[in-house]
C-alpha cells in the first residue's frame, strides 16, 4: 500500500482559505481520484499544536490518498492534474511538501 | 477524532536504524499506547520520494496514531514518556517533528 502525503507548511503570513478547501478543492479531488478502482482512502487534518500546547503546528494541513501503488495513483492522477493543481492557488498561497510513502504498519 | 504525526526529517547523513524502529520501538509503542481505551489505530510509513521520482523524500518515515482525543493521548503516553523517549537514541540521530491534528475528513 501507498500513502501520499501533501503537507502545506504552516509559514507566517501564509495563507490557507480552509473553508475553499474543504467545499471546493477536496470533493472535487476525492471525487476525481476515487473514481480510479486502486483508490483506498483519503483523510484531511487540521494542525492544531505542535508537542508543547499552545505551539505552532509545523503544518497547517495535511492531506493523506491511500492507493495500492504509485503506479495506480499516477494513472488516476494525471488525467486530472493541471485542473488540481491550478486550483491550489484557490486557497493557499505556500507549496506543499508532496511525498511518495510505503505503508510498514497499519493497524 | 485527533492524530499524533511523528515526522522523522530524512536529513544528510541523519541515521535511522529501521530494523530497530520496526522490531523493536514501534512494537513497545504500540503494545504500551494501545492498551488505553482510547486509542483508535496507528500506521507507519516509509518515504519513498518528494513529488519528482527519484527525489528525495522530506522524511524518512511518518508515524501517525489515532486517538479520540488529546487529552486521551497524553493520559496513554505520559506514563510511559520517559521509556519510550529514551529510547528515540537507540534507532534516529533526528529529532521528529511531532503534531497534534483535528481529523476532519476520513473515508
Redesign the interface.
Known amino acids: 500500500m ?2 501520499i ?1 501533501i ?1 502545506y507548511p504552516n509559514t507566517p503570513n501564509s495563507r490557507f482559505d480552509m473553508a475553499y478547501y ?1 467545499e471546493q478543492h ?1 470533493p472535487l479531488s ?1 471525487s476525481l481520484l476515487s473514481a480510479h478502482p486502486d483508490f483506498q ?11 508543547m500546547p499552545g505551539s505552532p ?3 497547517s494541513v ?1 492531506c493523506h490518498f491511500l492507493f495500492t501503488s ?1 503506479e495506480s495513483f499516477i494513472a488516476a492522477f494525471m488525467p486530472h492534474a493541471a485542473q488540481l493543481q491550478a486550483d491550489i492557488a484557490n486557497y493557499t498561497d505556500v507549496e506543499p ?11
Open positions: 501507498i500513502k502525503s503537507l474543504l477536496m476525492i482512502s483519503v483523510s484531511v487534518e487540521q494542525g492544531l499544536s505542535g508537542v503546528p509545523t503544518y495535511m504509485i511538501i508532496i511525498q511518495f510513502n510505503q505503508v510498514l504498519v497499519s493497524q
